[in-house]
């Protein structure tokens, strides 16, 4: 994506921010984008997106429904708008399927360059959660990349990463995943080929690892 058209994403998104200071909060790659881009060691890390997914109280979208056009979609039980020609999902409180619920969500989220996002211990449920479901796609190596960012800005940040906060939204499926995304060539791939970066990722994301299984 090209950085004015990214820069664009980045305002729609501080708009909808601006609306809803407390009850919404952004997950997604737009959340890992803006962990990365807010740890100054990961900063090169972090990867644009060409959209954005926000979780939402149930007061809030009403009132987004009065000023934005909001599209439901029942089969994912999640609702959709476009703002400055870019896609929102949308994930309402007690009425979406997320693994991790928006009261969990919204009351561990941070504060980074005015947005309010998940944080990293729910980010990295939902992405293991993504990664379960679409990880032969294109998607799914994204979602592999944003696990291994996940893992980095924790390792880079304090206070690091609260296991007991993810702990209770995983699975065995969820676990078994964890070798085979530090086993994948996407540490590689985020490295640009450079060894020493690359065992710098995995080690990172090994790390966070054994906190979990």
Request: aromatic residues 8%; charged residues 30%.
């Amino acid at each position: 994506m090209e950085k004015i058209e990214f820069e664009n994403l980045l305002m729609a998104c501080a708009e909808l921010a601006a609306f809803f200071p407390d009850g919404l909060v952004y997950i997604g790659g737009i959340a890992v984008y803006l962990h990365a881009r807010n740890a100054p060691s990961v900063e090169k890390y972090a990867e644009t997106t060409h959209d954005a997914d926000f979780y939402i109280s149930m007061a809030d979208m009403a009132d987004l429904r009065d000023i934005e056009e909001v599209v439901p979609n029942r089969r994912l039980s999640k609702h959709q708008l476009i703002k400055r020609g870019f896609e929102f999902d949308i994930y309402t409180e007690r009425q979406s399927r997320l693994i991790v619920p928006y009261d969990a969500v919204v009351a561990h989220s941070v504060d980074r360059s005015a947005f309010r996002i998940a944080g990293l211990e729910h980010l990295f449920v939902l992405k293991l959660e993504a990664y379960k479901d679409r990880r032969q796609s294109v998607k799914g190596e994204k979602d592999a990349k944003d696990l291994l960012r996940i893992a980095a800005v924790s390792m880079a940040s304090k206070p690091g990463f609260d296991p007991n906060l993810a702990l209770p939204y995983l699975r065995d499926d969820h676990l078994r995943l964890l070798p085979l995304v530090l086993k994948s060539p996407v540490a590689a791939v985020m490295a640009e080929g450079n060894a020493v970066v690359a065992k710098k990722l995995r080690s990172d994301f090994e790390k966070l690892m054994k906190k979990l299984i």
